[in-house]
């Protein structure tokens, strides 16, 4: 297979706010949680300035990566760049007295999450603040008005949410225009096809997918066994498990088909059908090699006709996919399941106010 060499990086508008990013972007999760294997301080900054170099200049991290850990490499990674890239960050996932991962959208909080996210960063703004998470017992309004005074104060650029259900949106975008949502999408995560992405598009939301790979299962991941570094995550995943993984490796195994009649690797047509399904979609495959992040760059050469990307949805049809992306409870807290609270339930307490 032929390398295609020095494939340029397109900037594109994410959201109908002007806000412009690399049409492909890094998320930094995995450089120091959750994959099994955690990257230096120096490999993450060499990883991020190759990337920068390239054209990718749009980052992801968030407040619970690490915890903390992730955000504090970034900052660390972008000093004297920080002018190049626009960085995405996150709230709302926090680790509670009882060691349970929990949600806040709470004022309090929102204001207490970007400082805490800005001194980690160092930095004096943030491009792009999400709310991870929506919280069920907070209106998304009155987490989003937080959000919007983060902007007036000129500590935030835009606003985002991450896994809110098509309703939540809504509501939130009334508030203040939400420039991103953030979702997993791939060829084996398509459910936000239905209404997800249609609202969006309504609103002129532009749409971020993580782990556009499939937490690397598209870009040929194998469970030897081997012990690793760290605590690798998608072993406690449905779909990485037993017969489950068998399954879907047959199904992994057509695509794999299809990309050698097309002459490409299996992550670079898995992300070329990502970037093809609309150019309000921008995929962040997470790396900590820059072998890889090459290789992904070099989808953006790879095309693909209206008859192919049938081809490849058909070669992985959502219904053979065998198991639910999260286990049991952290699926609970998806935008399948979660919705806030109207807004004349709000009760704020003294500290809230």
Known sequence: MAAVKNVEVPRVKLGSQGFQVSAQGLGCMGMTAAYGTVVSQ????????HAVERGVTFLDTADMYGPHENEVMVGKAVKGIREKVQIATKFANLLNEQGHWDVRGDPEYVRESCE??????????IDLYYQHRVDSKVPIEVTVQAMKELVEAGKVKYLGLSEANAVDIRRAHAVHPITAVQYE???WQ?????DIIPTCRELGIGIVSYSPLGRGFLAGYKDTGATTQGYDFRKALPRFQGEHLA?????RARVEEI?????CSLNQLALAWVQHKGKDIVPIPGTTKIVNLDS?????????????????EAAVPVHEIAGERYMEGVMERTWRFVTSPPLESWKPTSAQK
């Open 185 to 187: 999408y791939s060829l």
């Open 247 to 251: 399954k879907n490796e047959q199904l």
């Open 296 to 312: 992904n760059l070099e989808s953006l050469a790879v095309s693909l006709t209206d008859e192919e990307i049938e081809q490849l």
């Open 259 to 263: 990309a050698v009649a097309k002459k």
């Open 190 to 194: 398509r459910d936000i096809e239905e």
């Open 42 to 49: 120096e490999s993450a900054t060499k990883l991020i300035h």
């Open 116 to 125: 805490a996210s800005l001194k980690r960063l160092d930095v004096d703004y």
